[in-house]
């Protein structure tokens, strides 16, 4: 006990002879170290991403047109939403499509991995090749499809017109129905690939032995895709899919090339909608208003995510 | 009897799904290559075999260059990109180091706060970014998005290296502060180089994310001059309800080649970092 006061005692003598050395080994401390280091990016991710959220919420609460001054309206921009038709129209629109959209992805990809997880020649460059969707950028590869889908001289209605399917094929991006069903189809298109590498990389996981055992146990291909593949890649395809819904409910790139959010609004998406109010018309405090309303959507997503990393 | 049953099963439950989906996967692109070697002439021919190209001709892509800047704006995303990467790498694993390796106070919070923000999506923070930007003066300079595009990118790095950098063991680190190595030193020394791999990884998918971006540069540059790749080309080879299609399909091949030739190089990477989150959970 004394032994260790003393040693102490010598410590603080000796103490202001040795400052830097202090200062070093302060600075070797864990948790100042850390500190240093996460300061930087945590006061970078305050200013350009914490700051524009809260001021993104104070802005909602205001009437606020592009050079005019700002007027307090409380939760007006809101009820202003509700009584709009053209809102709830994208908020249909954006359940829609992101539900339509991921089970597609999802089914389709898990058909991909499927069929990716055998053993055969060139398999590296097909993976590749596979991903090329889901790399380009979205708006190049969104252009040529709009040529695709193009009414008169589109791929779509040529090799429907010279096949003698149809004499003239529809308007792809014409009609409300048919803009839907576009927009989802492109948005499969490049989602699935995320999906369907991403399940693959989890099927390689699945251990040899699993399936072998199954096998003696008499299950068949069925039984052992049910009771064997799809348990053990529950986990990949719940995270993947909560990813992909994220991605696809704030959709914003898509929508705005193929459509515009027309043909009379009824392709808009949420995000298209506030991009329209804020930019195209000028009103900040209702497109802020938009963008905020699928913050709930957003919560309870994360609470799902944060429910099934927890129970892991 | 065995082998018409295995030969049947490789052709119906291998070549032609797989067939089908690569096809799938890459109509668009030969319809684009296509569309943009094909006159005028032919390209508006409704006689013409849409699948072929009778007369190919490289006057679109001559069009594209010499009409438009297209080079500036390839030249600007790549400058984008580069510099968009490298402050979200450094700001990336500056968060994830600690988080990865050290305890301090804060640790668990600061962790679940990374993960939230990697969840927010632009579309909630476009209005009032478009705003700050204006009133910090940044309209029309690239500085725009190369100050904007990290806020999307390191969250996502931070949580992708935080995986590589917990593979390495403690150990390691204490031998070397043992030897007398600073914190700093063992951090650079030695654990960083063995996490190249991860590095490589959300380095290649930071790249190709901040080429295809599109809302912020949409906002922020509307000056041809300052202009990326995907806005120059749905900017401005789309005048009004005209479309040329042959330099707008140009142009898109163009745009995607360099993204595709620099994945095609890093492939095993960006895969990895496309399923780490997936798989390691």
Same mark, same amino acid.
């Given at each position: 006990? !004394?032994?260790?006061?003393?040693a102490?005692? $010598? ?8 400052? &830097?050395?202090?200062i ?43 050079a ?15 009584n ?33 997880? *055998? ?5 590296a ?11 380009? &950028? ?7 499809? *709009?040529?695709?889908l193009? &009414? ?5 209605n ?7 399917? $149809?004499?003239?094929?529809? !308007? ?29 990389a989890?099927? *390689? ?13 008499? $299950? ?24 992909s ?7 914003? *790139? ?16 949420? $995000?298209?909608?506030?991009?329209s109010l ?5 009103q ?28 892991d | 009897?065995v082998? +018409? ?11 032609l ?6 096809v ?17 002439a032919?390209? %508006? ?5 849409p699948?072929?190209i ?5 006057v ?24 968009a ?18 305890r ?12 939230v ?31 904007? %595009? ?22 390691? +680190? ?25 590095f ?64 095609s190089?890093? #492939?095993?990477?960006y ?7 997936? #798989?390691?959970?």
């Open positions: 006990m !004394s032994k260790i006061l003393e102490s005692r $010598a410590g603080a003598l000796a103490a202001p002879a040795r400052r &830097p050395f202090r070093r080994a302060f600075l070797e401390r864990e948790s100042v170290f850390s500190w240093l280091m996460v300061t930087p990016p945590v006061l970078f991710l305050l200013a350009f991403l914490g700051y524009p959220f809260f001021y993104g919420v104070y802005l909602s609460f205001f009437e606020r047109e592009v005019r001054p700002a007027t307090f309206v409380g939760l007006g921009n809101f009820v202003t939403l509700s709009d038709p053209i809102f709830w129209q994208a908020v249909r629109n954006t359940l829609l499509f992101t539900a339509v959209a991921t089970v597609l992805k999802a089914g389709g990809g898990l058909a991909m991995a499927l069929v990716m997880n *055998q053993s055969f020649r060139m398999k460059v097909t993976r590749a090749m596979l991903l090329l969707p889901f790399i380009v &950028p979205t708006v190049l590869s969104t252009v040529a499809w *709009q040529w695709i193009d &009414p008169g001289m589109g791929l779509f040529r090799l429907l017109v010279v096949s003698g399917l $149809a004499t003239t094929g529809p !308007s792809w991006l014409g009609t409300p129905t048919m803009a839907m069903i576009s927009i989802i189809m492109v948005n499969t298109w490049r989602g699935l690939p995320f999906f369907g590498i991403s399940i693959l989890g099927l *390689q996981t699945i251990p040899v032995d699993l399936h072998e055992s199954a096998t003696i146990d008499g $299950a068949g291909t069925w039984g052992r895709f049910r009771y064997v593949t799809l348990p053990s890649l529950l986990p990949v395809i719940f995270i993947v899919t909560t990813f819904i994220v991605i696809t409910f704030f959709d914003f *790139q898509l929508v705005y090339v193929l459509t515009g959010g027309g043909p009379a609004n009824s392709t808009h998406l949420m $995000a298209t909608y506030a991009y804020s930019m195209g018309a000028g900040m405090g209702l497109g802020s208003a938009v963008a905020l309303s699928m913050v709930p959507v957003l919560g309870l997503l994360l609470v799902l995510l944060t429910l099934y990393v927890r129970k | 009897m082998g +018409e049953l295995t030969w049947r099963r490789r052709l119906f439950g291998l070549w799904p797989l067939l089908v989906f690569v799938i996967a890459l109509f668009p692109f030969t319809w684009m290559a296509a569309t943009s070697l094909k006159t005028n032919e390209l %508006y021919n409704p006689k013409a075999n699948m072929w009778q007369n190919p001709s490289l679109h892509y001559i069009d594209l260059l010499k009409e438009t800047n297209f080079l500036t704006w390839v030249a600007n995303t790549m400058l984008v990109a580069t510099v990467t490298f402050i979200s790498l450094l700001l990336g694993s500056m968060l994830a180091y600690p988080l990865a390796r050290m301090f106070r804060g640790a668990p919070l600061l962790a679940i706060a990374v993960a923000t990697y969840l927010i999506p632009q579309t909630l923070l476009f209005v009032p970014m478009a705003d700050l930007i204006g009133r910090m003066k940044l309209g029309n300079t690239l500085s725009a998005v190369m100050l904007t %595009y990290p806020t999307l990118l390191v969250p996502f790095i931070a949580w992708l290296l935080m995986g590589y950098f917990k593979t390495v063991p403690k150990e390691l +680190e204490e031998q070397a502060m043992i030897d007398g190595a600073s914190r700093w030193r063992a951090m650079t020394r030695i654990i960083l180089p063995l996490c190249l791999p991860g490589l990884s959300a380095g290649i998918f930071a790249f190709t994310l901040s080429q295809n971006e599109f809302l912020y540069a949409l906002l922020f540059l509307s000056k041809s001059s300052v202009r990326t790749v995907p806005i120059g080309v749905v900017g401005e080879l789309i005048r009004g309800d005209a479309f040329y299609w042959g330099q707008l399909m140009a142009g898109a091949l163009l745009g995607s080649i360099p993204v595709a030739l620099i994945y190089f890093f #492939v095993k990477y895969v990895a970092g496309l399923t780490a989150g997936a #798989v390691k959970g």
